[in-house]
C-alpha cells in the first residue's frame, strides 16, 4: 500500500453536496468574488485606468478568488494536476471574452445614466456566472 493510499484509508471522504448546496455556496462565493471583482475594477478606473482594461483586471482578481473558494468550499474537490487548472484556465478564458464582451455592449446600448457602469457590469456578471457555474459543475470539478 503506498502513502497516498493509506491516507485515502485512514481519513474518510466527506460526502458529496447535492446540486441545492453547491448552488447555494456557489452564489456566496460568487458574491464574494464580485465583490473582488467590483471593488478592483472601480479601484482601478478611480487611478485614471481605461474602463475596459480595468474591467478585464477586476475580472481576473475576481475570478482567482472563485477558483480557490469555489475548488474546496463549493465542489469540495481533491487536488488534481494540470487537467482540472488546465479546464479551469480554459473555461475562464472563455468567459472572460464573453464577460468583458457583455460588459462593452451593454455600454453601448445603454442609455446615458449615473447607474450605467454598474448595470452593464451586472449584466455581465450574470452571463459569465450562468456559464461558468454550469461548466465547473460538469466539467471542471465534476466528482472523479
Not at 38 to 44: A, D, E, H, P, V
Not at 48 to 77: D, E, I, S
Request: avoid cysteine; glycine fraction near 10%; aromatic fraction near 12%.
Amino acid at each position: 500500500m503506498t502513502t497516498s493510499e493509506a491516507a485515502e484509508q485512514a481519513s474518510p471522504e466527506a460526502p458529496k453536496l447535492g446540486l441545492a448546496a453547491q448552488l447555494t455556496r456557489f452564489v456566496l462565493v460568487g458574491g464574494f468574488s464580485a465583490l473582488v471583482d467590483y471593488g478592483t475594477y472601480q479601484l482601478i478606473m478611480a487611478l485614471g485606468v481605461w474602463v475596459h482594461p480595468a474591467k478585464a483586471l477586476g475580472f481576473v482578481f475576481g475570478t482567482t478568488t472563485a477558483y480557490f473558494l469555489n475548488k474546496k468550499f463549493t465542489f469540495q474537490a481533491a487536488p488534481a494536476g494540470a487537467g482540472r487548472l488546465g479546464g479551469f484556465i480554459l473555461l475562464y478564458g472563455v468567459t472572460f471574452f464573453v464577460n468583458v464582451g457583455v460588459n462593452a455592449l451593454a455600454l453601448a446600448l445603454l442609455p446615458g445614466s449615473a447607474l450605467k457602469i454598474t448595470i452593464a457590469w451586472v449584466i455581465a456578471q450574470a452571463t459569465a456566472t450562468a456559464i461558468n457555474f454550469v461548466m465547473l459543475r460538469l466539467v471542471v470539478f465534476k466528482p472523479q
